[in-house]
């Protein structure tokens, strides 16, 4: 529970990082996760214990462009000085983007409307080298048009149980699917997701499902019977946390927090 005392402040950052270091983001006993490493910079920079909130935990290997997290601190410090005063004690595949402060009503995962992911893959006859663990790999190739009458099928308010993994602690499998965009350029595509919130392997089980429509071991009405199914094993395997990445949330505009950085910029695959 947060502390709202009138001498405390909230603060929300925009935080990415390469998440191939790390195991996943929430906080483990190995202290190998980007909380626990994000805690130990801000915990040394105010030099009192921090504890933050996500707008949506990510698994081992999955990337971030835009984690927002909150926390309650007394310490006041002008926005960029906590940007590079952290940045300073953080590990090199780790940064604050940006800093601001919140109204103490602001919660980085309640007040969010919906969470984005893109993926990353790359079309390929040959295994990726130079942008290993940053893009997804298929040899297989691809056709759009498949690829995005399957996505329509799954737009809209559904039970999504069949792209559930076993793990998930969600109390409710009913998401809403607000929009899946697919696009390409050369080799590499581009797979964009906006839900208002996602069940634990969602995305990467969508993906299986859509690779194998793409490449035509599945026709694309499939991807309804899976969705029917209600059930995990009637979806194709689970896609690698390769070329995963976290846009991260949005939130209505009353807050004035920023709805990418320029690192959105660097992913490939848009047209």
């Not at 080799?187 to 859509?210: Q, V």
């Amino acid at each position: 529970m947060f502390d709202e005392r009138p001498d405390r402040q909230r603060l929300a950052l925009g935080i990415s990082y390469n998440g191939a270091a790390y195991q996943g983001w929430q906080s483990q006993l190995s202290r190998q996760t980007v909380q626990d490493q994000l805690e130990s910079a801000l915990s040394r920079f105010t030099n009192q214990s921090v504890s933050t909130l996500c707008a949506g935990r990510t698994d081992a290997g999955v990337h971030a462009l835009m984690q927002v997290v909150h926390f309650d601190t007394p310490v006041c410090r002008p926005a960029n000085a906590w940007v590079r005063g952290t940045n300073a004690l953080l590990q090199h595949d780790i940064a604050v983007q940006w800093a601001q402060q919140m109204p103490a009503s602001f919660h980085c995962r309640a007040s969010a409307v919906s969470r984005r992911y893109a993926y990353i893959v790359l079309q390929s006859a040959v295994r990726p080298s130079v942008d290993l663990g940053r893009v997804g790999w298929v040899y297989r190739t691809l056709q759009r048009e498949p690829m995005q009458q399957a996505a329509r099928l799954l737009l809209g308010e559904h039970d999504f149980s069949s792209f559930r993994a076993s793990a998930c602690q969600a109390l409710s499998p009913i998401k809403t699917l607000l929009n899946i965009s697919i696009t390409q350029r050369g080799a590499y595509w581009r797979f964009e997701f906006e839900a208002n919130a996602f069940l634990h392997h969602m995305i990467r089980n969508i993906m299986g499902c859509l690779l194998m429509v793409g490449d035509g071991r599945k026709p694309v009405q499939w991807v309804s019977e899976v969705l029917a199914a209600r059930d995990r094993d009637a979806a194709a395997p689970t896609f690698s946390p390769n070329g995963l990445y976290f846009l991260g949330p949005r939130y209505d505009a009353q807050w004035g927090l920023p709805d990418q950085t320029p690192l959105f910029d660097g992913l490939p695959g848009a047209c």
